[in-house]
């Protein structure tokens, strides 16, 4: 069922955010007759199929973070962000196992954000959901305000430059980690 999918997804979030691979794959596509694993189920003597929940879940992050985007740091590990080659686009993933939440996404690191949401694509897949477009969010003072339901994987893609470096943290009135000069992308507020 979804519970399990999304814990699966959890696991794909936290690969990519502190083992950080080239590549997250997954090997079972295939199951017959269940969906906790695979993407696709089948019955492989009468040779049917049909996608599961799972199938959809899985594209909340593979069909919007490709090859070649690097995973940048968010404060909650419920979270998964990353930025595209050209640095142009921010995408967001937010996972959500229990109760309703809302998010406010800090995007004072970027530049040229989009003044209102039609330029913000959103995507989720719930019980009732399957990577449906939303626009179930607000854009308010460099936040993007968004509520997370029950059991959901959100996936926010925004149009947003990242700011130059060369902006020192310690400069800035906040917060902030320290981590290794080979983490040169990643900033934590």
Known sequence: GLAGNLSLAQKLINDMRYIQPEAWIDWQYMEENNDQWCT????????????????????????????????????DNRTLAATNPSQDTLVVVILNEGHDVVHQIDLSFFSDLPTNKSRVSAFRTSESENLARFRDFELKDQRLIIKAPTQSITTLIIPAKA?????SLA???MEYLILPRHENNRAVS
């Open 171 to 173: 400069e800035i009135d």
């Open 40 to 75: 696709i189920k089948g019955s492989f003597n009468e040779q049917t199929y049909a996608k599961v929940k799972n199938y959809y879940v899985r594209q909340q992050c593979s069909r919007f973070i490709k090859e070649g985007y690097d995973i940048v740091t968010s404060p």
């Open 163 to 167: 700011k130059e470096a060369g902006v």
